[in-house]
């Protein structure tokens, strides 16, 4: 089990960036595969990126990519999530999401993450 802390959220113009991290506790850090979700108002939460355990394979959904960068740190037990040109509909509260991990795989649902962290507002204004 780990224990996630999301921070960097905030309120930006469209257009601007973002970098929001996610820092856990635990010895195991570098065997865990990492996500980041977001949820807006009234909406499911969502796949927004995935990367394996070393970090050497990332995913995105469609809706980010080319515009959002996950990366790994292990030594400093951080996941990052690099957002730019952001666009009113990036508003929600984005979560970080761990689970073990096997390989160069990461992972793209819900339910298949077993720890996460509370949560951080993004707005982006129009």
């Known amino acids: 089990q780990v224990q996630l802390v999301e921070s960097g959220g905030g309120l930006v113009q469209a257009g601007g960036s973002l970098r929001l991290s996610c820092a856990a506790s635990?010895?195991?850090?570098?065997?865990?595969?990492m996500g980041w979700f977001r949820q807006a108002p009234g909406k499911e939460r969502e796949f927004v990126a995935g990367?394996?355990?070393?970090?050497?394979?990332?995913g995105y959904a469609d809706s980010v990519k080319d515009r959002f960068a996950i990366s790994k740190d292990n030594a400093k037990k951080t996941v990052y999530l690099q957002m730019n040109s952001l666009k009113p509909d990036d508003t929600g509260v984005y979560y970080c999401?761990?689970?073990?991990?096997?390989?160069?795989?990461?992972?793209?649902?819900?339910?298949?993450?077993?720890?996460w962290g509370p949560g951080t507002q993004v707005t982006i204004s129009s």
């Open positions: 635990g010895r195991t850090f570098s065997s865990y595969a």
């Open positions: 999401a761990a689970r073990p991990g096997r390989g160069g795989v990461y992972y793209t649902t819900i339910v298949e993450y077993n720890d």
């Open positions: 990367i394996s355990r070393g970090g050497t394979s990332q």
